[in-house]
């Protein structure tokens, strides 16, 4: 998940002539603020939720088949994907079929987050991005529908057993409840207000790229 291996994973797996997806520059941090996040639904060949936090100019990214919870007591299996542009917090609509993720994307949730504090002193000098390496990095959400604190937690590396895997939990926090992620079938965009099916029916189902 090294930052310096940009975006070429992104690039090479889509055809930028069939797919509305940004190509995207790479490296281009944004120049104040807090980082930024975004939590898009896909309906691919698996319904799921893409998790994707502003790390070192890329939308560092994890697929997370149940979606965010605000119960600390879930834990929810989040798989690493790959690097994605910045402007990719942004893309919504569909995916031509037989491109790579073919289907629907709305923009669930968006906003900013900012790193916490390691609990562990010997990350305390650490980066973000560095505690993102070693494994384990909490932060505090503000978005339209996500808040507080969350943790992101690598308990399976791909060396170990052939694919890295992660869990993603809500910190016991003044910002906990007791709501897993919505029916994604029926949950709305917050940048245009419509569900997966709307937005697929008002693009089409995306087979030519237009």
Known sequence: MKGERGLTTYQ??????RTREPRGAGGTARADGDPVFVVQIHDATTMHFDFRLEVDG???????PKGPSTDPHDKRLAMPTEDHPMEYREFEGVIPKGEYGG???????????RPLPPKKRKDRDASFA????????????DGEKLHGGYALTRFRTAESEGRESWLLVKEND?????????????????????TL????????DGTDGS
Do not use: C
């Open 103 to 113: 289907g629907t994307v709305i923009v669930w949730d968006q906003g900013t987050y």
């Open 130 to 141: 560095e505690r993102l390496e070693h494994g384990h990095i909490t932060f505090w959400m």
């Open 58 to 64: 890329v939308l560092k990214s994890w697929s997370v």
């Open 197 to 204: 099916k709307q937005v697929a029916a008002d693009e089409g």
């Open 174 to 194: 003044e910002r906990a409840g007791g709501r897993g992620a919505p029916d994604p079938r029926r949950a709305k965009s917050v940048r245009s207000g419509r």
């Open 12 to 17: 090479n797996k889509r055809d930028f002539e």
